[in-house]
């Protein structure tokens, strides 16, 4: 494979220690530590312009420019009363949206200098996870109490189903070409639907695969791989495991002497290596043909809770 511009890849990642650190992949080293004051990060995303960074946190969210040595953030909003769990950006990247403690999904303008919150989705309880269709007009949020929203935006229309009575759901992930849906819950099985996407009708859900993927674990985070081959789920369990969508056949359970519970992941653009966040204070990147360990990323004082992976014109590659 051939040896990227260091600059076309970036690798954030967050926690505990209410920092975050942006990473040369290739070499493991950070090249910059932003400050997360107050809080830890919940959740990161890379904005499509490859220059802002996204940070959730307990009653704020923040925006930073990566391309500056600036550690500080560029935009502040506190005006959310909880916890954000969920942060990510349209395709376009004119509006985030997230979710949150609030029991509420919403829609941010960010076209503007200050941060405007321009929809709100509400529901019966904590959001945990929200995920955008590739058709950018419906967001997926899951909650606490187990129930999934198909939320369209255009319409405001919601569609509801819940996977598994009593447990919470943790993470959603829907694949590039939207034709597969994930959700995996706090008991640890991740549930699969086919989707079925009509022009100006809402995404229809057939039901397909449950996979006891973690049990009696924790799953915390359903991750679909850029050539929809496979789906990566993280576990209090100390694991990450690696699953062909073909059959949803187990590929590798990554697991490394020192994990504790791994909270976050992201496919390279490529799909052959995977990034995992850990209670071990590390991230680690995996050869997904081999299923060990190519490099770690080391600098964080507590655990690392969220990372965001992107690659610059979605061609760069990472050495073996």
Known sequence: MGL??????????GGYDHTIKIWQVNSGVCKLTLQHTDSQVNALSIAPDKRHLAAAGHQHIRLYDITTTNPNPVTNFEGVNKNITAVGFAEHGQWM????????ARIWDIRTKNLQCSRI???????????????QTELIVGDQSGVIHVWDVRTDRNEQLIPESGASVQSVAIDPDALVMTAINNKGNCYVWSLTCTTNEP???RPRHRIPAHPPAYGLKCTISPDS?????CSSDCTCKVWETEN??????????LNRWVWDSAFSADS??????SSDHLARLWNLETGLVEREY???QKAITALAYSDVMNAATIPA
């Open 229 to 233: 081959k496979f789906l990566a789920t």
């Open 121 to 135: 989705f509400q529901v019966g309880a904590t959001v945990n996870t929200v995920c955008l269709h590739p058709n």
């Open 272 to 277: 052959k290596y995977l990034f995992t966040a």
């Open 97 to 104: 949206y997230t979710g949150g403690e609030d029991h509420t």
């Open 203 to 205: 995404t229809k859900l």
């Open 4 to 13: 990227p511009i260091p600059d076309q890849l970036i690798l954030a990642t």
């Open 298 to 300: 080391s600098g964080h």
């Open 248 to 257: 949803f056949t187990l590929l590798h359970e990554l697991k490394h002497e």
